[in-house]
């Protein structure tokens, strides 16, 4: 019984767009569903490891190209696993996708830019036969059902779909080719010349069959065997458009980067080239070969809990599983790709195969390879490794950090942060080369903001000795060096927290221990007035021209700080607080004038003190208290200053 559905909300839009869209390179719909069609007959050939009777007779595994220039038709077929009503429903109907939302976005900003081909990275590949097609008809039958299931929709809204006898398993996809806005037919997509070229261009490396029947003209000849000038005789000709040897098969003497690119685009649903790509073998006792690609952007998805990470598994060419997550650790998730081994047996379950020693040493030699093309990455083509590292810097320094740095030695190579030095970004070995003989640390301060970390007033005495300053910009940043404490024997110090003096010269800790003991009235009173808010007030030598600053105790930074504050949830144990420490500088007017009004207006310190707490948090980038009472006093002090 046929049954008319509608498309679910987004799916509409999308479809929309897609027969209305202004792409460039409406050629690739048939990329995508030639990509289709080859992992249909992958998940069957999976799926016949363990259930063999699903193949039946129908074993030569081929993708059929079937043009029909008179009905303006082409149909892209497939003997592969096919869908049961429910799963057209689900596959068709819908885009299951947390992320459909960015995915429409980023079409619409294609659409408006004209120049980025996205089709196929939400797994929407199917839609784009929109683009060619003002109506697509489906039939499929899976083996696991009696019947087949008819689909068709003209993208308008609204699909019809119905259960119908077929005799076969598979799915064929029919394609009634449209007009688009200048009132051009598609024809040129029943021409075999085209097919076969688009498949050359986008599909060569199919591992299937991807055949063609056509039409072919030939001299006709006479009895004796000779040419008759001017007749011809038409003959049906079945061709293998495709070369069907894997990619990852071939020497890379024989690859261009263009067959990687293409390859990688098909193969994983991006519309960019990569920006890496890595292609090796290994032999020995464990032989394998592997092809890897890092994205040149994040995925659309890859914030999202619809992101999975893993590698593609083959033995000897057969597609093993989708998506192998023991093959890639976290920290390089983002990198996508197959592996190739002759080493495992094709009857070997999923739940055994996870659990597979040779699976455990071919993912540590992928590790170590992936970080030596960074490294190289790094060394070699720095303005790309720093694009990379923005993409996916976070995933390194959550490495770092996860497991209570377990894998830090290995990653830290890889980090590279903002700093004092340039506008360019630094690693930690490039730091510890630039610094000064009679540097002790490696000194960094974090926030959200490059410019205002520059202007803070604890930089100054760091400026003028000059020593380098990292800057965290990302709340991981400080996370992970607190698990890696130290890079090769230098430890890490914010240079707004703990106590700086320490490393002040004898003469230099002797002088402000003189003043702070002629200001120790002073001093006392500002510790009494600011108990609640600070756990010390003192002073310091690490201001030059600012009159004051905050720091925090050597427990908790200020950033870690704001952090936690940001944590959904409640922590047991109360809010994570950062102790307050208010250090003044002895030699700026500011104090000098302080200590002169101490000795005629002790009443006005109270409000005093709390306007030099407020502004040393304004300075941190926290918070006023009580923005109204800091404004009040504020406002006081200026009046009692001019009477």
Same mark, same amino acid.
């Given at each position: 019984?046929?049954?008319?559905?509608?498309?679910? *909300?987004?799916?509409?839009?999308?479809?929309?767009?897609?027969?209305?869209?202004?792409?460039?390179?409406?050629?690739?719909?048939?990329?995508?569903?030639?990509?289709?069609?080859?992992?249909?007959?992958?998940?069957?050939?999976?799926?016949?490891?363990?259930? *063999?009777?699903?193949?039946?007779?129908?074993?030569?595994?081929?993708?059929?190209?079937?043009?029909?220039?008179?009905?303006?038709?082409? *149909?892209?077929?497939?003997?592969?696993?096919?869908?049961?009503?429910?799963?057209?429903?689900?596959?068709?109907?819908?885009?299951?996708?947390?992320?459909?939302?960015?995915?429409?976005?980023?079409?619409?900003?294609?659409?408006?830019?004209?120049?980025?081909?996205?089709?196929?990275?939400?797994?929407?590949?199917?839609?784009?036969?929109?683009?060619?097609?003002?109506?697509?008809?489906?039939?499929?039958?899976?083996?696991?059902?009696?019947?087949?299931?008819?689909?068709?929709?003209?993208?308008?809204?609204?699909?019809?779909?119905?259960?119908?006898?077929?005799?076969?398993?598979?799915?064929?996809?029919?394609?009634?080719?449209?007009?688009?806005?200048?009132?051009?037919?598609?024809?040129?997509?029943?021409?075999?010349?085209?097919?076969?070229?688009?498949?050359?261009?986008?599909?060569?490396?199919?591992?299937?069959?991807?055949?063609?029947?056509?039409?072919?003209?030939?001299?006709?000849?006479?009895?004796?065997?000779?040419?008759?000038?001017?007749?011809?005789?038409?003959?049906?000709?079945?061709?293998?458009?495709?070369?069907?040897?894997?990619?990852?098969?071939?020497?890379?003497?024989?690859?261009? =980067?263009?067959?990687?690119?293409?390859?990688?685009?098909?193969?994983?649903?991006?519309?960019?080239?990569?920006?890496?790509?890595?292609?090796?073998?290994?032999?020995?006792?464990?032989?394998?070969?592997?092809?890897?690609?890092?994205?040149?952007?994040?995925?659309?998805?890859?914030?999202?809990?619809?992101?999975?990470?893993?590698?593609?598994?083959?033995?000897?060419?057969?597609?093993?599983?989708?998506?192998?997550?023991?093959?890639?650790?976290?920290?390089?998730?983002?990198?996508?790709?197959?592996?190739?081994?002759?080493?495992?047996?094709?009857?070997?379950?999923?739940?055994?195969?996870?659990?597979?020693?040779?699976?455990?040493?071919?993912?540590?030699?992928?590790?170590?390879?992936?970080?030596?093309?960074?490294?190289?990455?790094?060394?070699?083509?720095?303005?790309?490794?720093?694009?990379?590292?923005?993409?996916?810097?976070?995933?390194?320094?959550?490495?770092?950090?996860?497991?209570?740095?377990?894998?830090?030695?290995?990653?830290?190579?890889?980090?590279?942060?903002?700093?004092?030095?340039?506008?360019?970004?630094?690693?930690?070995?490039?730091?510890?080369?630039?610094?000064?003989? =009679?540097?002790?640390?490696?000194?960094?301060?974090?926030?959200?903001?490059?410019?205002?970390?520059?202007?803070?007033?604890?930089?100054?005495?760091?400026?003028?000795?000059?020593?380098?300053?990292?800057?965290?910009?990302?709340?991981?940043?400080?996370?992970?060096?607190?698990?890696?404490?130290?890079?090769?024997?230098?430890?890490?110090?914010?240079?707004?927290?703990?106590?700086?003096?320490?490393?002040?010269?004898?003469?230099?800790?002797?002088?402000?221990?003189?003043?702070?003991?002629?200001?120790?009235?002073?001093?006392?009173?500002?510790?009494?007035?600011?108990? *609640?808010?600070?756990?010390?007030?003192?002073?310091?030598?690490?201001?030059?021209?600012?009159?004051?600053?905050?720091?925090?105790?050597?427990?908790?930074?200020?950033?870690?700080?704001?952090?936690?504050?940001?944590?959904?949830?409640?922590?047991?144990?109360?809010?994570?607080?950062?102790?307050?420490?208010?250090?003044?500088?002895?030699?700026?007017?500011?104090?000098?004038?302080?200590?002169?009004?101490?000795?005629?207006?002790?009443?006005?310190?109270?409000?005093?003190? =709390?306007?030099?707490?407020?502004?040393?948090?304004?300075?941190?980038?926290?918070?006023?208290?009580?923005?109204?009472?800091?404004?009040?006093?504020?406002?006081?002090?200026?009046?009692?200053?001019?009477?």
């Amino acid at each position: 019984m046929k049954e008319t559905k509608q498309f679910q *909300t987004e799916t509409k839009k999308l479809l929309d767009m897609m027969i209305h869209s202004i792409y460039t390179h409406k050629e690739i719909f048939l990329r995508e569903l030639i990509s289709n069609a080859s992992d249909a007959i992958d998940k069957l050939k999976y799926k016949a490891i363990t259930d *063999t009777h699903i193949l039946g007779d129908n074993t030569e595994f081929k993708i059929e190209i079937i043009p029909n220039k008179d009905a303006r038709t082409i *149909t892209i077929k497939d003997n592969g696993i096919g869908m049961t009503m429910e799963e057209v429903i689900a596959n068709i109907g819908t885009i299951a996708k947390s992320g459909s939302k960015d995915f429409m976005e980023k079409l619409k900003e294609a659409k408006e830019n004209k120049d980025m081909e996205i089709i196929g990275q939400f797994g929407v590949g199917f839609y784009s036969s929109f683009m060619v097609a003002d109506k697509v008809t489906l039939i499929t039958k899976s083996p696991y059902s009696d019947l087949g299931v008819k689909w068709e929709s003209n993208g308008e809204g609204e699909y019809n779909i119905e259960e119908l006898e077929v005799a076969t398993r598979g799915t064929e996809i029919i394609l009634h080719l449209r007009k688009d806005e200048e009132e051009n037919t598609f024809s040129e997509y029943t021409e075999t010349w085209e097919l076969k070229s688009l498949v050359k261009k986008y599909s060569d490396y199919v591992r299937y069959p991807i055949m063609m029947e056509f039409e072919k003209e030939n001299p006709k000849k006479d009895e004796k065997g000779e040419i008759i000038e001017g007749e011809y005789e038409t003959e049906i000709v079945t061709e293998t458009l495709n070369s069907m040897t894997p990619i990852w098969k071939k020497s890379k003497e024989e690859l261009k =980067d263009e067959d990687y690119n293409e390859f990688y685009k098909g193969k994983f649903h991006d519309w960019m080239d990569p920006m890496k790509t890595i292609h090796y073998a290994v032999e020995g006792n464990i032989e394998y070969t592997a092809l890897l690609f890092i994205p040149s952007k994040t995925p659309m998805d890859f914030y999202t809990k619809d992101y999975e990470k893993g590698l593609q598994l083959y033995t000897k060419n057969v597609f093993i599983m989708d998506k192998c997550k023991d093959l890639i650790p976290d920290y390089f998730r983002f990198v996508k790709g197959l592996v190739d081994s002759s080493d495992f047996s094709l009857n070997v379950s999923r739940e055994i195969l996870q659990q597979n020693k040779q699976l455990e040493v071919i993912a540590k030699n992928i590790e170590k390879k992936i970080k030596k093309e960074l490294e190289l990455l790094m060394k070699n083509e720095r303005e790309k490794y720093e694009e990379f590292f923005t993409n996916f810097g976070n995933d390194i320094k959550f490495g770092v950090y996860d497991s209570f740095g377990a894998k830090k030695d290995l990653l830290k190579d890889l980090l590279i942060f903002n700093s004092s030095f340039s506008d360019k970004r630094t690693s930690l070995k490039e730091y510890v080369e630039r610094m000064k003989e =009679d540097q002790k640390y490696i000194y960094f301060v974090s926030g959200d903001d490059k410019e205002r970390l520059k202007k803070l007033p604890q930089m100054e005495s760091l400026r003028d000795k000059g020593y380098e300053v990292l800057f965290f910009l990302d709340k991981i940043d400080e996370f992970a060096i607190q698990v890696l404490r130290e890079f090769e024997g230098k430890e890490f110090k914010a240079i707004n927290q703990g106590d700086l003096d320490k490393e002040a010269s004898s003469d230099d800790k002797k002088l402000l221990e003189e003043k702070a003991n002629e200001n120790k009235d002073l001093i006392g009173k500002l510790k009494e007035s600011l108990k *609640t808010k600070v756990a010390d007030v003192r002073l310091t030598s690490r201001l030059k021209s600012s009159a004051v600053c905050l720091v925090s105790g050597e427990g908790v930074s200020f950033e870690m700080e704001k952090v936690m504050k940001e944590m959904p949830g409640e922590n047991p144990m109360g809010p994570v607080k950062a102790d307050r420490i208010l250090e003044l500088n002895p030699d700026h007017d500011l104090f000098k004038t302080l200590s002169r009004a101490f000795d005629k207006d002790a009443d006005s310190l109270n409000d005093i003190a =709390d306007l030099l707490y407020s502004q040393a948090l304004l300075i941190e980038g926290f918070p006023l208290d009580d923005p109204v009472d800091f404004s009040n006093k504020m406002t006081n002090l200026i009046i009692k200053a001019n009477n």
